[in-house]
């Protein structure tokens, strides 16, 4: 999965965003789309700065890191169906004052031009008795100052409420000032699209990374599950004829992620930290490099669960599905635990299941949940506020508790 770049043709222009669709850009010559279409119609000559956003492309990626409507306070209901409601963000600032300074808000239809209308107003009027009510907590020890400061929001209260308020022509929002405001109205723009673009750009930055890290959990178990076909039961720690572990899963899953020139380099009747095998452990495959994870390139967070019962039971070092009595879809096979219990990736540790505290160790790296891959192959973001008992149902294979990871 990419993550946004930032593309500077010349002194005077720059593109933010994924690799491929900038090089999409820059190929398509005498072509239009919808962004193209955006730049002609909304650019002069005599402006300083111009900044499009066209909404389409990013409106998946907005929706799955927001919150359901029906998880919101009811006040702020609806503010989340606004990325529905914009085609299109345009900002101009010019620094000359030559013309004016405003953001556009093209909605998709008027209807849901007057309602996003409707709504901003609503924010502000929220806003602005949320500000009012904190003063009050704050001074209303001091009667003098509170009189003042409620004097003087009488004065220049509506006034900056209708600074903030849109024009609404048709299907489009205008916020914009008169030329003896902008100052202030440059500020406000400003203001407004660091505001805007900030939160667009982490919320792209945490999207890439969840699907990347998604993506190597998958490839993770894909090689667990070749490595099953090949030996009739899924990988587990190699160990020696006394059953002590010497080396990781991961190391013996190497051969499946086309990776069997570094498996054979490893002296696999040693352990981990031998003289020999610890010098490859700084050769840990992409695969097991978190995106999300702080730690070097020597550990990983991407751990199973040891105990009875589980996946990586130390009791049973040859699970198979026959084992698997809850359902492959049902169970989990690999996670992407938190920083605090990261490994050295050919170390042969996993996480310690705690089944009064399965969550102890998982959450922290995504906002809101957690990474992990199903005996069956598939992957999935699970919500930190899973029920813990679940969670354990889901990590035992055989309790016969069954969950399904998709509710949650």
């Not at 090949?230 to 899953?253: C, E, M, Q, T, Y």
């Not at 990586?312 to 989990?332: A, H, L, Q, W």
């Not at 992990?372 to 813990?388: E, K, N, Q, R, Y």
Request: glycine share 6%; aromatic share 8%.
């Amino acid at each position: 999965p990419e993550e946004p770049v930032l593309y500077v043709p010349n002194d005077k222009t720059f593109v933010f965003g994924m690799e491929s669709f900038i090089k999409k850009m820059l190929s398509a010559k005498g072509s239009t789309s919808g962004l193209i279409d955006l730049v002609k119609k909304s650019t002069s000559e005599e402006d300083h700065f111009n900044a499009f956003l066209n909404v389409e492309p990013v409106r998946a990626i907005i929706d799955q890191n927001l919150p359901p409507k029906n998880q919101l306070p009811l006040p702020f209901q609806p503010f989340r169906s606004i990325p529905d409601d914009i085609e299109s963000v345009v900002m101009r600032f010019s620094a000359s004052g030559g013309s004016k300074n405003y953001v556009k808000f093209n909605a998709v239809d008027e209807d849901a031009a007057a309602k996003v209308s409707r709504t901003i107003e609503q924010a502000i009027s929220m806003g602005h008795g949320m500000l009012m009510s904190q003063i009050a907590s704050e001074f209303n020890d001091q009667p003098v100052m509170m009189k003042a400061l409620e004097d003087y929001d009488e004065r220049v209260g509506d006034r900056i409420e209708g600074m903030l308020k849109p024009t609404v022509e048709g299907r489009t929002l205008i916020f914009v000032a008169p030329n003896e405001q902008a100052e202030l109205t440059n500020v406000a723009i400003v203001g407004t699209l660091v505001g805007m673009l900030l939160p667009a750009v982490q919320q792209v930055r945490v999207a890439a990374r969840r699907t990347q890290s998604l993506n190597q959990l998958r490839q993770i178990c894909l090689a667990s599950l070749n490595y099953e076909s090949a030996h009739r039961h899924f990988p587990g720690n190699i160990a020696d004829d006394d059953g002590k572990p010497l080396l990781s899963w991961r190391v013996a899953i190497l051969p499946y992620l086309e990776e069997n020139e570094l498996y054979e380099q490893f002296h696999l009747d040693e352990p981990w930290d031998s003289p020999h095998n610890i010098e490859l452990i700084d050769q840990m495959p992409e695969v097991f490099r978190s995106p999300n994870s702080i730690h070097p390139n020597t550990k990983t967070v991407y751990l199973g669960f040891e105990g009875e019962g589980t996946m990586f039971d130390p009791d049973e070092p040859k699970v198979g599905f026959r084992s698997i009595t809850d359902g492959s879809s049902n169970t989990i096979l690999c996670v992407e635990a938190n920083d605090e219990v990261a490994v050295e990736w050919s170390k042969p540790q996993d996480i310690k299941f705690d089944p009064d505290f399965p969550n102890a160790h998982v959450g922290g790296l995504l906002p809101g949940g957690f990474n992990v891959s199903l005996a069956d192959g598939s992957t999935h973001f699970v919500s930190i506020a899973i029920d813990p008992q679940a969670l354990a149902n889901l990590i035992l294979r055989d309790d016969g508790n069954v969950v399904n990871v998709t509710n949650w």
